[in-house]
């Protein structure tokens, strides 16, 4: 009885050790992602912010690696553009994973949603296309951007919902889902309200948004908006940074690396983390100013400022 307490007091006692040590290594692991301003999300690459270039999508993805990316997200033409010109789309999904890149997105524009049924069925078809180019190179999303119902206000939202459900079930049956991308200077789908309604109307479990926050300032919502939205439904979001000018005079081309601008990121982030949403953050930008420099050293400053906004955020 007495070895027998004695072996349990032990076991007890070696029990609490090693749960202790490993609360510490758990502990001082989140702070070492905190330092790095990695935190839980993963950072990755939206090859507009170097377009400028005009560079094959295999040096893309290069730079992507080389500049301490976890993930990379193309477009469409230029994956097409690498096709055309005898490229072998396996070994570009081969040369992505081999680089350490997970393909989280891919940029295309097709009218899948515009009120022309002719037209909606060829954008659809073209959409069902492009997500089997995504699909190809290993990549589980595509943009789905509200082109063709831009210039003209007034698009049915519960038609629209019915239309996105069109290409989420051909996304189903590819492996890729279409998310809903949110355009600020578009008169349709410019407000997170507007984009939350075809998600949920659409009735589909896979549904969701692609956020970006310059996009959200431009559209005229109030980021508390948000708050309202789940996880499941915030599963990439592009990331970039906006000066202080009027909604209706910014544009694309006025987008600035992030933390060098006004918007609350770091507050915004972290609210997101505490609703359990960790969405993958991709840089996003259009300015000349990038496209001039040197494509490199663009990527390896983009992430060091989406590290130190992500450090700020998970402090």
Known sequence: MMCSELSRRGFLKAGAATAGAFLLSTAGSMRAQATAGKGPFRLCFNTATIMGRNLPITEEVEIAAKAGYDGIEPWIRKIEDYRSKGGSIPDLKKRIADAGLKVEGAIGFVGWIMDDEAARAKGVEQMKRDMDLVAQIGGTRI??????????????????????????????????????????????????????????????????????????????????????????????????????????????????????????????????????????????????????????MVAKQGIEKMRTVMGKAMA
């Open 143 to 296: 943009a789905a951007p509200p082109v063709g119902a831009t210039d003209k206000s007034g698009l049915d939202l519960d038609a629209a919902a019915a239309r996105y459900r069109v290409i989420l079930d051909a996304g189903d049956t590819i492996g890729v889902i279409p998310q809903l991308e949110l355009w600020g200077h578009s008169k349709n789908l410019h407000r997170l309200g507007q984009c939350m309604h075809v998600i949920v109307e659409s009735g589909h479990p896979k549904a969701g948004l692609l956020g970006d926050f310059y996009h959200i300032y431009k559209g005229g919502s109030d980021f508390a908006g948000l708050e309202s939205i789940g996880p499941s439904a915030l599963q990439i979001f592009h990331m970039n940074d906006y000066p202080d000018m009027p909604r209706d005079k910014i544009a694309d081309k006025d987008r600035v690396m992030p933390g060098d601008g006004i918007c609350p990121l770091s507050t915004l982030i972290k609210g997101m983390h505490e609703r359990g949403c960790q969405p993958v953050f991709s840089l996003e930008l259009f300015s000349r100013q990038f496209w001039e420099q040197d494509p490199m």
